[in-house]
């Protein structure tokens, strides 16, 4: 399944943040504003509805920049798979499941998603859709 039309994407923000070892670690609110801001390019072409969920609490000011393509969510609870659990309760909270699409390396969360009938992709395909589509 690719993104288009009609599919809506969630993309474990963290998880595809960690997959570059870019120095995310030193201001995770500038990666995740940059993971977004590399996001809204593609979402735009490929059509969707895309969703970005993040750990933690939303950094001061504008959590992760003036997105309109792709919305932006920080999970509802702290701790370990945070993002991850929210994700979950967000698509097992849909009719249907058939038509969307998470990307994450997280291999619970696949195995989590996968059990609903959902489409996972690893990080690296996101990237990899992100410079060729």
Request: net charge positive; with cysteine; aromatic share 6%.
């Amino acid at each position: 399944m690719k993104p288009s039309a009609g599919i809506r994407v969630f993309v474990d923000g963290n998880n595809v943040m960690g997959s570059r070892p870019d120095g995310w670690w030193r201001d995770r609110g500038a990666v995740a504003r940059r993971l977004v801001a590399e996001l809204e390019p593609l979402a735009r072409r490929l059509g969707g509805k895309w969703m970005v969920v993040f750990d933690g609490c939303p950094p001061p000011g504008k959590a992760a920049g003036p997105a309109t393509a792709v919305s932006v969510e920080y999970a509802l609870h702290r701790g370990a798979d945070a993002a991850d659990d929210h994700i979950f309760a967000l698509i097992a909270a849909l009719p249907e499941q058939s038509d969307v699409l998470v990307y994450t390396s997280d291999r619970r969360l696949r195995e989590r998603v996968a059990a609903l009938g959902v489409h996972v992709k690893g990080a690296g395909a996101l990237w990899e859709l992100a410079t060729t589509a």
